[in-house]
């Protein structure tokens, strides 16, 4: 099935942005960093009102973030704070006649409330540490707060002397007794995410109960996990948390359990523990009767596909949700009929909202175009937030069957009417095996019929991944087509999205199927948009689109006039000895590196060095613990003394991603003009 934007109904609800503009230009990397950005919405109790942050970026490049409320009914929008900061993680109160979020107005991060009816914010915690998230009970009296504390104190003020102890004291050295010792671009301090349980009675609170004590793992999980994670029992008797089991095999093992411990502390309850493999997201139905949450099967992988399992708290049946749906959910949301689930999935390039029926299994698709996330559930609407390939983020909300779509807000519509983006399609072509592989080609902005465009061919990491139709902070497709590209993005086999067998074929094949599907992909799609020019394409990638930039190097080295390669894999072997996330390399590569050498070895870009010879950029930070930026100096290394044209780009602020917007401009400033001079755009341009 082909989508196209110019034929999506949230295209027309758009396009009316560039009707006003006197003169939109192509997409740059300036409007970029620029762009303002929703966040932390949430739907009120009773489905009228909707609040969100909204992350305001002037023409110097300098933010502010403020709350607004609007409702649903007239469509009136309010500004509720303006404040110097941040709010975020918004919630609720009781009846809907406050909200609380978290903001450092005093120093250090807290948890406010402010009334809806009037009035000044009040700050609702004052504890010596910094409040990172929070969740408050059904009834609003309570509120599990997450905050990092050293495991072996025993209250906050311990917990506080050691950070200052740490900052103050004079040494660098760090002392380790077991993995791990770092994670993704931060050493380990010996401090883990707890949480904790406040009781909230309208006074200042100061203390609570450390209700994960002793902990020597992380609640919730870190990076990518939130307070999803964690969620009172409908009762408010309890906290159920997803986290591991306290063990010496944190770097190698993925079963993190689901846990329920009482909100006055004391002795936990795995819930969990006859599955070895990840557990999460756990959500109660409203009445108590079901706990869903999300489950794979396989021990040691983070790709695996997440099962809906429900779980009868009166009876303690449980059971697999739609076991014959072969998607894997990121999110879950009961209805309030308490037995439909609304989720969200990747489907097919998309990120999509599907209605599950628990009793029947039945799946039904109620929004796919786009990556959505679904904010809150009124009696007969859903709110979610959308993006797409030429839509930063925006609110929408749409009937439970699927009509009806109306947008909520515009919150970038002055920029984006300045803004020209270049169509886009989705294609598919047969791949390795014969079989459907999906992508998606964009038209350079300015694009001419009749004339031919080089090529930003986009490979994915993960590598269980996919460049689908959404809006990146960082490696934005549209840059590329604004820049004068046709983009070409494949979904190669082991990207997310279209059933766990497709994923799980690149496992134990790295540099097999995949390698066939890019090659397989850009003679397709060449061959079927004739104003591609397949001989001035230049291919580029991170992490593991990075490894296979090196990858391609050795396999496939008449492909390309030029590759970039941004922390990209080198050699598996010491790869293998300095990355943090062992779980990893030992599934993918079927054991540690001395179990299985051969397999290591086979996929390993290193033994292909006598084959290599197109110019590549090399890009990395040193910050990066996920793949150390030797990896992508030794890889410079060799090309400078092969001889080979190559350049370095290094940053020592910077992790397994560009972060800083002054970086990031220079990240692309350095890598179009890469591929301009090896694709004979820089000739052209000057001409």
């Given at each position: 099935m082909k989508k196209t934007a110019i034929i999506m109904a949230l295209a027309a609800v758009g396009a009316a942005f560039n009707v006003t503009a006197a003169s939109p230009t192509p997409f740059a990397v300036q409007q970029l960093v620029k762009i303002n950005k929703l966040?932390?919405?949430?739907?009120?109790?009773?489905?009228?009102?909707?609040?969100?942050?909204?992350?305001?970026?002037?023409?110097?490049?300098?933010?502010?973030?403020?709350l607004y409320i609007q409702d649903l009914t007239t469509a009136n929008v309010k500004q509720i704070t303006q404040f110097a900061g941040t709010e975020h993680s918004v919630a609720f109160g009781p009846n809907d006649k406050s909200i609380y979020f978290v903001a450092a107005r005093n120093g250090s991060s807290q948890l406010y409330q402010l009334p809806l009816n009037g009035g000044e914010a009040k700050q609702v915690t004052d504890f010596p540490l910094d409040v990172e998230g929070f969740k408050l009970s059904?009834?609003?009296?309570?509120?599990?707060?997450?905050?990092?504390?050293?495991?072996?104190?025993?209250?906050?003020?311990?917990s506080k002397d050691k950070f200052d102890a740490e900052t103050a004291r004079t040494?660098?050295?760090?002392?380790?007794?077991?993995?791990?010792?770092?994670?993704?671009?931060?050493?380990?301090?010996?401090s883990r995410s707890h949480l904790f349980v406040a009781q909230l009675n309208g006074d200042t609170v100061t203390t609570a109960v450390d209700v994960t004590a002793g902990l020597d793992t992380e609640t919730p999980p870190k990076p990518f996990s939130g307070m999803e994670e964690v969620t009172f029992t409908p009762d408010g008797k309890h906290v159920v948390y997803s986290a591991k089991a306290p063990s010496k095999d944190q770097a190698w093992t993925t079963n993190y359990d689901l846990w329920q411990v009482s909100v006055d502390g004391g002795e936990v309850k795995n819930l969990t523990e006859s599955n070895k493999a990840w557990d999460a997201h756990p959500t109660y139905s409203a009445d108590g009767r079901y706990l869903a949450y999300l489950a794979?099967?396989?021990?040691?992988?983070?790709?695996?596909?997440?099962?809906?399992?429900?779980?009868?708290?009166?009876?303690g049946q449980e059971k697999e949700v739609a076991p014959l749906w072969d998607r894997s959910p990121s999110s879950l949301a009961f209805g309030t009929d308490n037995k439909t689930l609304f989720v969200t999935a990747q489907d097919i390039g998309q990120v999509s909202i599907f209605e599950v029926n628990t009793q029947f299994g039945d799946v039904k698709t109620i929004f796919n175009e786009g990556s959505n996330n679904i904010v809150g559930l009124a009696a007969d609407k859903l709110v979610f937030s959308h993006k797409s390939l030429v839509e930063p983020g925006d609110l929408y909300s749409v009937n439970l069957d699927g009509q009806n779509l109306n947008r909520l807000t515009e919150i970038n519509k002055d920029k984006l009417a300045e803004i020209t983006f270049g169509e886009y399609q989705q294609f598919s072509f047969k791949g390795w095996n014969n079989e459907e592989v999906y992508g998606y080609w964009i038209k350079p902005a300015n694009y001419k019929q009749g004339e031919k465009y080089p090529i930003a061919f986009l490979v994915h990491g993960g590598p269980q991944g996919s460049f689908g139709n959404t809006f990146s902070s960082r490696w934005n497709a549209q840059l590329w087509a604004g820049a004068g590209y046709g983009v070409v993005m494949i979904d190669f086999h082991g990207s997310t999205g279209y059933g766990q067998a497709f994923t799980d074929s690149i496992t134990q094949d790295w540099g097999g199927k995949p390698l066939e599907d890019l090659q397989k992909g850009l003679a397709a799609v060449t061959q079927q948009q004739k104003w591609l020019d397949g001989d001035r394409a230049c291919a580029l990638g991170g992490s593991y689109g990075g490894y296979m930039m090196n990858w391609i190097q050795g396999n496939w080295n008449d492909g390309f006039k030029c590759l970039v390669n941004h922390a990209g894999l080198f050699d598996m072997r010491s790869m293998y000895y300095v990355t943090e996330e062992l779980w990893f390399p030992e599934y993918e590569f079927g054991g540690p590196y001395d179990k299985n050498k051969a397999l290591y070895e086979k996929f390993n870009p290193v033994n292909f060095v006598d084959n290599w010879k197109t110019p590549m950029l090399v890009i990395h930070g040193e910050k990066d613990f996920r793949v150390p930026y030797g990896q992508g100096l030794a890889a410079y290394t060799l090309m400078q003394r092969k001889g080979i044209p190559s350049e370095l780009l290094i940053y020592p602020d910077e992790n397994h991603w560009i972060l800083n917007p002054d970086n990031l401009e220079q990240w692309y400033k350095n890598v179009l003009g890469w591929m301009d001079r090896w694709t004979e755009r820089e000739n052209l341009l000057s001409e």
């Amino acid at each position: 099935m082909k989508k196209t934007a110019i034929i999506m109904a949230l295209a027309a609800v758009g396009a009316a942005f560039n009707v006003t503009a006197a003169s939109p230009t192509p997409f740059a990397v300036q409007q970029l960093v620029k762009i303002n950005k929703l966040h932390s919405a949430v739907l009120s109790q009773d489905g009228t009102k909707v609040v969100y942050a909204i992350k305001n970026v002037d023409s110097n490049g300098k933010g502010s973030s403020d709350l607004y409320i609007q409702d649903l009914t007239t469509a009136n929008v309010k500004q509720i704070t303006q404040f110097a900061g941040t709010e975020h993680s918004v919630a609720f109160g009781p009846n809907d006649k406050s909200i609380y979020f978290v903001a450092a107005r005093n120093g250090s991060s807290q948890l406010y409330q402010l009334p809806l009816n009037g009035g000044e914010a009040k700050q609702v915690t004052d504890f010596p540490l910094d409040v990172e998230g929070f969740k408050l009970s059904n009834d609003g009296t309570q509120a599990v707060i997450n905050m990092r504390v050293f495991p072996e104190c025993d209250d906050l003020a311990c917990s506080k002397d050691k950070f200052d102890a740490e900052t103050a004291r004079t040494s660098t050295g760090k002392e380790y007794k077991q993995l791990m010792v770092r994670h993704w671009d931060t050493w380990n301090d010996h401090s883990r995410s707890h949480l904790f349980v406040a009781q909230l009675n309208g006074d200042t609170v100061t203390t609570a109960v450390d209700v994960t004590a002793g902990l020597d793992t992380e609640t919730p999980p870190k990076p990518f996990s939130g307070m999803e994670e964690v969620t009172f029992t409908p009762d408010g008797k309890h906290v159920v948390y997803s986290a591991k089991a306290p063990s010496k095999d944190q770097a190698w093992t993925t079963n993190y359990d689901l846990w329920q411990v009482s909100v006055d502390g004391g002795e936990v309850k795995n819930l969990t523990e006859s599955n070895k493999a990840w557990d999460a997201h756990p959500t109660y139905s409203a009445d108590g009767r079901y706990l869903a949450y999300l489950a794979m099967t396989k021990p040691g992988f983070e790709a695996d596909r997440y099962r809906i399992m429900l779980r009868d708290t009166v009876t303690g049946q449980e059971k697999e949700v739609a076991p014959l749906w072969d998607r894997s959910p990121s999110s879950l949301a009961f209805g309030t009929d308490n037995k439909t689930l609304f989720v969200t999935a990747q489907d097919i390039g998309q990120v999509s909202i599907f209605e599950v029926n628990t009793q029947f299994g039945d799946v039904k698709t109620i929004f796919n175009e786009g990556s959505n996330n679904i904010v809150g559930l009124a009696a007969d609407k859903l709110v979610f937030s959308h993006k797409s390939l030429v839509e930063p983020g925006d609110l929408y909300s749409v009937n439970l069957d699927g009509q009806n779509l109306n947008r909520l807000t515009e919150i970038n519509k002055d920029k984006l009417a300045e803004i020209t983006f270049g169509e886009y399609q989705q294609f598919s072509f047969k791949g390795w095996n014969n079989e459907e592989v999906y992508g998606y080609w964009i038209k350079p902005a300015n694009y001419k019929q009749g004339e031919k465009y080089p090529i930003a061919f986009l490979v994915h990491g993960g590598p269980q991944g996919s460049f689908g139709n959404t809006f990146s902070s960082r490696w934005n497709a549209q840059l590329w087509a604004g820049a004068g590209y046709g983009v070409v993005m494949i979904d190669f086999h082991g990207s997310t999205g279209y059933g766990q067998a497709f994923t799980d074929s690149i496992t134990q094949d790295w540099g097999g199927k995949p390698l066939e599907d890019l090659q397989k992909g850009l003679a397709a799609v060449t061959q079927q948009q004739k104003w591609l020019d397949g001989d001035r394409a230049c291919a580029l990638g991170g992490s593991y689109g990075g490894y296979m930039m090196n990858w391609i190097q050795g396999n496939w080295n008449d492909g390309f006039k030029c590759l970039v390669n941004h922390a990209g894999l080198f050699d598996m072997r010491s790869m293998y000895y300095v990355t943090e996330e062992l779980w990893f390399p030992e599934y993918e590569f079927g054991g540690p590196y001395d179990k299985n050498k051969a397999l290591y070895e086979k996929f390993n870009p290193v033994n292909f060095v006598d084959n290599w010879k197109t110019p590549m950029l090399v890009i990395h930070g040193e910050k990066d613990f996920r793949v150390p930026y030797g990896q992508g100096l030794a890889a410079y290394t060799l090309m400078q003394r092969k001889g080979i044209p190559s350049e370095l780009l290094i940053y020592p602020d910077e992790n397994h991603w560009i972060l800083n917007p002054d970086n990031l401009e220079q990240w692309y400033k350095n890598v179009l003009g890469w591929m301009d001079r090896w694709t004979e755009r820089e000739n052209l341009l000057s001409e």
